[in-house]
């Protein structure tokens, strides 16, 4: 139990475009849900809290307006990165937090590529 | 000063050895403490999770919390080679978790 799947696993889009990364829990529901962002052997970054029929909270120095958070849903939160540029390159991996337990748990990440 | 320490290591063992993995946090207000393993360009997984102090097994690995000393461990038994990852622990209270910044280990054959 308490699969969460991200999809796509790996994006490669050209500077300027748009790219949404879904984030699902399969088998629990999760009031909550976070966006991570990882640099190679660096450790997990949040960006934001993004919690279902509200709007998302953002770490401070994260844009929200480039980061666009949904949760319409307690299964389903989507990031969406508008005019990617090639900094925005990176690992970004949810998490959905088991509202009975506490306890996140992550989804396999989605490695985003910008030309 | 942050709010849960995390030696990162690298730390480097022989197959077979005892392996223990430490932090430590500030907050006294957290009620859930995990452990999570990240395999390099995968997303955590949770190994261990617990709520009291104590001590929780599972298989090769054993979790450990005082909450008086504010300190938990990892521990792995027969460390294998498959276990070279890094290690996250986590503590989290009213919804929300604190992570540690991980710490490496490599499993040598």
């Known amino acids: 139990g308490a699969v969460v799947s991200q999809h796509p696993s790996r994006v490669i889009c050209k500077s300027g475009t748009s790219v949404k990364i879904e984030c699902r829990s399969l088998?629990?529901?999760?009031?909550?849900m976070f966006w991570y962002r990882q640099f190679p052997k660096q450790s997990l970054m949040l960006m934001a809290t993004?919690?279902?029929?509200?709007?998302?909270?953002?770490e401070q120095g994260v844009e929200k307006d480039k980061f666009l958070i949904n949760h319409a849903s307690l299964t389903l939160s989507t990031l969406t990165v508008t005019s990617a540029h090639p900094e925005d390159s990176s690992f970004y991996i949810c998490?959905?937090?088991?509202?009975?337990?506490?306890?996140?748990?992550f989804g396999p990440g989605t490695r985003l590529t910008v030309l | 000063q942050k709010e849960v320490e995390q030696d990162p290591g690298p730390l480097s063992v022989p197959e077979g050895a005892i392996v223990s993995l430490n932090c430590t946090y500030s907050?006294?207000?957290?009620?859930?403490f995990m452990w999570y393993r990240q395999y390099s360009r995968k997303g955590p997984e949770l190994l261990m999770y617990?709520?009291?102090?104590g001590n929780k097994e599972d298989g090769r690995f054993t979790a450990q919390v005082d909450k008086s000393s504010k300190y938990i461990s990892l521990f792995i038994r027969d460390s294998q080679p498959s276990d070279s990852a890094t290690y996250l622990c986590?503590?989290?209270?009213?919804?929300?978790?604190?992570f540690g910044d991980g710490t490496t280990l490599t499993v040598k054959p």
């Open positions: 617990t709520y009291s102090s």
């Open positions: 907050n006294s207000a957290f009620q859930y």
């Open positions: 998490s959905a937090n088991n509202d009975n337990t506490d306890t996140q748990y």
């Open positions: 993004s919690n279902e029929g509200s709007k998302a909270t953002y």
């Open positions: 986590a503590m989290a209270n009213a919804g929300k978790s604190t």
């Open positions: 088998d629990f529901q999760a009031t909550t």
